[in-house]
């Protein structure tokens, strides 16, 4: 199994960025999956998972700015994330919701303020 997260980059306060995660060798319907990020000299945090019916749930800070969905068909996870601000600053990372799959190299992401 691989996990591709890519989309990162560096935008100013109120910007948009989309994260895409490419999996490979297991299909994406078989799992719930979830996207993480990692803030400098904090611990990996839970942002959002989908569920195999598209059921969704988000990190309370983030709702209404942040969106999961999944490409079955691609075999593609995203992250569309609007209203950037310098908390959300992190390296992304994509996993099954249990995070039982290694992990991938995950993608920047940096706010400026």
């Known amino acids: 199994v691989q996990l591709v997260e890519c989309g990162g980059g560096l935008v100013q306060t109120g910007g948009s960025l989309r994260l895409s995660c490419e999996v490979s060798?297991?299909?994406?319907?078989?799992?719930?999956w979830g996207w993480f990020r990692q803030a400098p000299g904090k611990q990996r945090e839970l942002v959002a998972t989908?569920?195999?019916?598209?059921?969704?749930t988000y990190l309370d800070s983030l709702k209404g700015r942040f969106t999961i969905a999944r490409d079955n068909a691609k075999n593609t996870v995203m992250l569309q994330m609007n209203n950037l601000k310098p908390e959300d600053t992190g390296v992304y990372y994509c996993?099954?919701?249990?995070?039982?799959?290694?992990w991938g190299q995950g993608t920047q992401v940096t706010v400026s303020s």
């Open positions: 996993n099954t919701a249990r995070q039982n799959m290694a």
């Open positions: 989908i569920t195999p019916t598209s059921d969704t």
């Open positions: 060798g297991i299909r994406l319907i078989f799992a719930a």
